[in-house]
């Protein structure tokens, strides 16, 4: 069955260290999105990707990068974490906007 | 940046009980979508509805998409406490040209068996 995977499901990791979370899909779908969901804010989109080699900012940016090389890939990069930045991140793929594939999430803690 | 406005923030209830929860804006969207989520586990689509005055019903979940496509309502009838989750409202954000999601903060319901 095909499914999107994130990993690790837990990190903890310190302020200043680069962190990169996985998103892995067998969908084949084209677009793929990374949030993070904090309390009272609901979900925030930090980057999204419409296929290999496309990548794009969103609400929520800042302090993130991501790649996209291939279709089933879509890593999530902070490059210099701080504590600002732990939460909870949702990595999804669709193929049209008629409904998100959401993985497990990763619930990342920086001290 | 459009905003989607879920309410009540929180609902606790008796199983059998009926409920309704709402999303508002002040944005015309092309369609919207309702997701549910457990704790630890990414959200899970409910139902897409399209078309404004569009009614689904899915068991005992029934959604409706308001006439001017504004507003959506979540309608749970007998309530269980396998209902219990996040709801959360998204529909398509103008600023990503209509192609990602924008997301309510959500309404978290309880049902106490």
């Known amino acids: 069955d095909a499914e999107i995977t994130q990993s690790p499901r837990h990190k903890i990791t310190e302020t200043g260290r680069q962190v990169t979370l996985a998103c892995h899909q067998t969908?084949?779908?084209?677009?793929m999105f990374w949030y993070r969901q904090d309390l009272g804010h609901g979900l925030r989109l930090i980057h999204y990707?419409?296929?290999?080699?496309?990548?794009n900012k969103g609400e929520v940016s800042d302090g993130y990068s991501v790649s996209r090389s291939n279709t089933e890939d879509l890593p999530l990069t902070l490059e210099s974490a701080a504590s600002s930045q732990t939460s909870v991140y949702f990595c999804a793929s669709s193929e049209t906007n008629y409904g998100y594939t959401f993985g497990s999430g990763t619930r990342l803690t920086v001290v | 940046t459009q905003l989607l406005e879920q309410s009540p923030q929180f609902l606790s209830i008796q199983e059998g009980e009926n409920l309704t929860v709402y999303c508002n804006s002040s944005s015309v969207f092309s369609s919207l979508q309702w997701y549910r989520q457990e704790p630890g586990e990414g959200p899970v689509l409910l139902v897409t509805v399209v078309t404004g005055g569009e009614v689904k019903k899915l068991k005992r979940l029934t959604f409706q998409f308001g006439d001017a496509r504004k507003d959506s309502s979540l309608h749970i009838t007998a309530a269980q406490p396998g209902d219990t989750g996040l709801y959360l409202c998204a529909a398509p954000a103008m600023d990503t040209g209509r192609r990602a999601l924008t997301f309510g903060s959500g309404t978290r319901l309880q049902v106490q068996p």
């Open positions: 969908w084949n779908h084209n677009n």
């Open positions: 990707s419409y296929g290999v080699q496309d990548t």
